[in-house]
């Protein structure tokens, strides 16, 4: 059974910085593509981030590009995301999801396995 956890969310300043941690268990983790997902109140789940099981694609969302970095490191069955110049907007709860194969998807449907979120939010 597939296990994903994330950590890392909590309350932070606009422009402040905050670093997410997921870890996927049940198979060798670089077997997964790992997502980033967020979704605020009212709204649906909006693609964040994703990469490959070893790191030779990503896809960043256009709202975070630029301010948001994906990474992993598979000798300890990580994924990151670090978010930087966080503002108001980017306030919601974020979800690590994995899927098998390696292959990035910015596709809710297509992730099988996903955590139990995390809050962040961001004050102004």
């Known amino acids: 059974q597939v296990q994903v956890v994330e950590s890392g969310g909590g309350l932070v300043q606009a422009g402040g910085s905050l670093r997410l941690s997921c870890t996927a268990s049940?198979?060798?983790?670089?077997?997964?593509?790992m997502g980033w997902f967020r979704q605020a109140p009212g709204k649906e789940r909006e693609f964040v981030a994703a990469?490959?099981?070893?790191?030779?694609?990503?896809l960043v969302g256009d709202s975070v590009k630029g301010r948001f970095t994906v990474s992993r490191d598979n000798a300890k069955n990580t994924v990151y995301l670090q978010m930087n110049s966080l503002q108001p907007g980017d306030t919601a709860v974020y979800f690590c999801?994995?899927?098998?194969?390696?292959?990035?998807?910015?596709?809710?449907?297509?992730?099988?396995?996903w955590g139990q979120g995390t809050q962040v939010t961001v004050s102004s």
């Open positions: 999801a994995a899927r098998l194969l390696g292959l990035v998807s910015i596709r809710v449907r297509e992730y099988p396995y």
């Open positions: 049940g198979r060798t983790f670089s077997s997964y593509a």
């Open positions: 990469i490959s099981g070893r790191s030779t694609g990503t």
